[in-house]
């Protein structure tokens, strides 16, 4: 049994390898687009096999789904002149050199880390976990003893969000955005659609709840919630909100604002920022989690959005 892992884990490395050359030397910015998403589906099975769910989910969800969606996008908008704009041989040299020293350090650095002794903050993790009611080890440090930066992410998405929508003239979104759309989707794809729907939504709300005591959380239960959004769009099964929609804007900041009121309630409870107590945490990092998954579902949905097409036809945006 040992012998066929040890085979397939040099597979997958294999694959991964030869996989990131393909992105790189391909001519075409769909093909590489194509590429690196497969990239992150075969990334999340090596985090699986590393024992680390809760990575491999947030990898299949963002690396293998939206981020590949993204720029799959952005590839199909290029010129189609792009693809025989290459560097120059010098320049793909010095590229080279520099990812093969990179690599080399790296490597240098995590064979001198597993001959130091280990340093592991988990058993303190261990031993305080309970007092936050959460079970998933994962989900206990990013909202419990990381609760700074987990609020910091949320906040990041909704400002990367806003930075992308304030490079477009006003005038030019036209009410709503346009998302990456099938002009004639096919009945059956409609159809499929459709049966998907259901199922898709409840396994981002059960990740979402699950996330507690087993592998998942907010973040990837937001991140199945707004694949299945897109594919509503898709299909034309939805039509996208008005960007001017105040109760789109109130769900976007939900997460971050709930955060932080939160936090304040923690501060007035005399116990600091964010700070819990074990009667209180289970309570708090619910309200959390629901307000995350909200929050992040949306902002990840609306990144792929685009402004609507303007007089000349032509289409603008990020």
Known sequence: MTSLALVLDG???????????????TGTSFRAALGFTLFGLLAALIW??????????????????????????????????ESAIRPG?????LVGLVSILVTVGISLLVVDATQAPAVSLAPLVTEHLAATGLGNPVTGVLLGFRALDSLTEGLILVMVLVALWSLVPDPEWGGRPNFPHLPRPAPGLRRLARALLPGGLLVGLYLAWIGSHHPGGPFQGGAILAAMWLLAMITGLMRPPAVSSWALRWLLITGPLVFILVG??????????????????RYSLLIIKVGLTLSIAIALGLLLASPAASASGREIGP
């Open 11 to 25: 597979l997958l490395a294999l694959l991964i390898l030869g996989l990131a050359l393909w992105v790189l030397v």
């Open 48 to 81: 699986v096999r590393m024992d680390a769910s809760d990575v491999a989910l947030t990898a299949a969800a963002l690396s293998g789904g939206l981020t590949g969606i993204l720029f799959l996008v952005a590839a199909r908008r290029l010129p189609r002149e």
């Open 89 to 93: 041989l010098g320049i793909r040299l």
């Open 264 to 281: 304040f309630a923690s501060n007035w409870l005399d116990m600091g920022f964010l700070a819990d107590s074990e009667g209180w945490a």
